[in-house]
């Protein structure tokens, strides 16, 4: 489909300084199988910025999330906690492992886990519990590790859509024993496809470098520690190749920018639509003092029904305006209802899951695009609205008589 020029997307991929020159780079130094120059770069640039132990570069957030199922050594029957409100890779990287995946709901106000609801959960055979950091705001962790220790239980947190926000003094990814990054061009930090692997407990890290590397100690054998390598553990090839790297590493350099703008343009978003909030049209994102969220995704989640969500949607994209909605809920998809008896209800994923609306948000958005999407919301809700209102308020004028 050919867009009108004036049309704003939904996402727009981004170049913020040296990526193309990097990636002459990498070809000039002869070298673009992966585990090279620019990967490295990342991985330390990852690793110092996020006072992470150990990064490794994988080829997506589902790489990432699928070599967190393998280090977890789960057999099969094992339990795995997610939320149902979250990307198919959660499920799919721990499903592929022979798990048993039990839906958490969600809560009202983040959209994350809820973790009350964990302890009732828990069984003998839970294994795992996967926080996905919704929007890049954190999950509550402390008490998400609490109860994790208390019952020696692995966490892996899904945070791709959270690198460089933090949970207190703590960057998202870092918390867990394992943590997920994507640099998936919908991302904040983004080279087409691509991911980290965030190693934080340390009983990892020998594996993780083994399943990285195809389930070789190549590793092991560049650093001098073995005399020749071989197949030694399962694995695949989970490295992007230095060309990927060298794109990506150019945004790291380039991560405080990136991040003060996209937080701008959630700001001004926020700002400009408190009024609807406060008049109970639409309810707006929210982030628990003392985290700090990276401005991944702005949404709005409609006051009413699911017919409202289609109305306003075409309304927007009328203009060029590109809105979209998400998730359907893993639990009653084709594939979740497979595994999931649909008696068991999640109410509040099932609920939001019908009314959330995400704007257009990337790292070119300007203000006079901000504007338009604003002023359209504005009109939605003056026209469409008032007139629904007016239908509602004849209904109940006819039930009184
Ligand atoms: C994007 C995303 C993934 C998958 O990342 P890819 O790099 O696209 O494979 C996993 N989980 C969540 C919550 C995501 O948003």
Redesign the pocket.
């Known amino acids: 489909m050919i867009e009108p020029n004036n049309s704003i997307p939904f996402n727009k991929p981004f170049i913020v300084g040296k990526e193309l020159h990097y990636i002459s780079q990498a070809v000039l130094r002869g070298r673009l199988a992966g585990n090279g120059y620019f990967s490295k770069k990342c991985e330390y640039w990852m690793q110092e910025a996020f006072k992470a132990n150990r990064v490794l570069l994988t080829t ?3 790489a990432a ?1 699928e070599m967190a199922a393998i280090l977890a050594n789960l057999e099969d029957g094992d339990e795995v906690i997610l939320p149902s409100y ?2 198919v ?2 499920a799919n990287a721990f499903l592929r492992c022979g798990a048993n995946l039990k839906f958490v709901d969600i809560r009202p106000d983040t959209l994350n886990m809820d973790e009350t609801l964990l302890e009732d959960l828990i069984t003998k055979r839970t294994k795992v519990i996967v926080p ?1 950091h919704y929007a890049g705001v954190a999950c509550e962790m402390k008490t998400i590790m609490d109860i994790a220790s208390r019952h020696g239980i692995l966490v892996v947190e ?1 945070a ?2 959270a690198v460089h926000a933090r949970y207190k003094d703590d960057f998202l990814g870092t918390i867990g024993d394992l943590g997920a990054y ?1 640099f ?1 061009e919908t ?1 904040n930090f983004i080279c087409g ?1 691509g ?1 980290a692997l965030v190693i934080n407990n340390k009983i990892f890290l020998e594996r993780a470098e083994i399943i990285h590397e195809k389930g070789t100690n190549r590793s092991k054998f560049f650093r001098g520690e073995v005399s020749k390598y071989t197949w030694v553990d399962e694995g695949s090839s989970f490295l992007p190749s230095e060309i990927i790297s060298a794109f990506l590493y150019a945004q790291l350099e380039e991560a405080d920018k990136i991040t003060s703008k996209r937080e701008a343009i959630y700001r001004y978003y926020y700002k400009a639509l408190k009024p609807l909030s406060q008049k109970g049209y639409i309810q707006l994102p929210h982030c628990p003092e003392g985290s700090k969220h990276n401005g991944h995704m702005f949404y709005i989640i409609l006051e009413k029904s699911k017919h409202d969500r289609d109305h306003f949607i075409s309304h927007m994209n009328r203009s060029g305006i590109h809105a979209v909605f998400h998730y359907v809920p893993l639990h009653t998809s084709p594939m979740g209802r497979t595994f999931w008896n649909t008696n068991q209800r999640l109410k509040v994923t099932e609920d939001i899951s019908q009314r959330l609306i995400r704007l257009p948000c990337y790292y070119e958005l300007t203000r006079d695009d901000q504007d338009k999407v604003i002023e359209k919301i504005n009109s939605y809700f003056s026209n469409s609205w008032q007139r629904s209102l007016h239908r509602e308020a004849s209904l109940s004028g006819a039930e009184s008589c």
């Open positions: 997506s957030g589902t999330l979250t990307f890779s959660t996905v899904d791709a859509q994507s998936h991302k496809e991911g």
